[in-house]
């Protein structure tokens, strides 16, 4: 059984930095398939934030660009979305999500997901 535990939300002041983290448990390896980080705000729908291969190839979205950078480590255990200059607007519940043949950024294409966790960013 495939199973995505995400940590590392918290809340913050407009400008500050978190990272996130998402171990895989029944997964294997990150080098296959795609993996993925989405964000779902109160009453708007998930949307997805950004997307890693297995060969390492990433894609952010136009609204995180410049602040959030999707990585995993080097042993491809841990996916990771490490995000500066936080503003209000990215205050969300964060999703890791994987899927061994779908990638983008779309939240259809991912059998797999994780429970999220809370960030909060503060005016």
């Known amino acids: 059984q495939v199973q995505l535990q995400e940590s590392g939300g918290g809340t913050v002041q407009t400008g500050g930095s978190l990272r996130l983290s998402c171990t895989p448990s029944g997964y294997g390896r990150l080098n296959r398939g795609c993996l993925g980080w989405f964000r779902q705000a109160p009453g708007k729908e998930r949307e997805g934030v950004g997307q890693i291969s297995g060969d390492g190839h990433s894609t952010l979205a136009d609204s995180v660009k410049g602040r959030f950078t999707i990585s995993k480590d080097a042993t491809n255990s841990i996916l990771y979305l490490e995000m500066i200059d936080l503003k209000p607007e990215d205050t969300a519940m964060y999703y890791c999500?994987?899927?061994?043949?779908?990638?983008?950024?779309?939240?259809?294409?991912?059998?797999?997901w994780g429970q999220g966790t809370q960030v909060t960013v503060s005016s």
């Open positions: 999500a994987a899927d061994q043949s779908r990638c983008g950024l779309r939240a259809w294409a991912y059998e797999y």
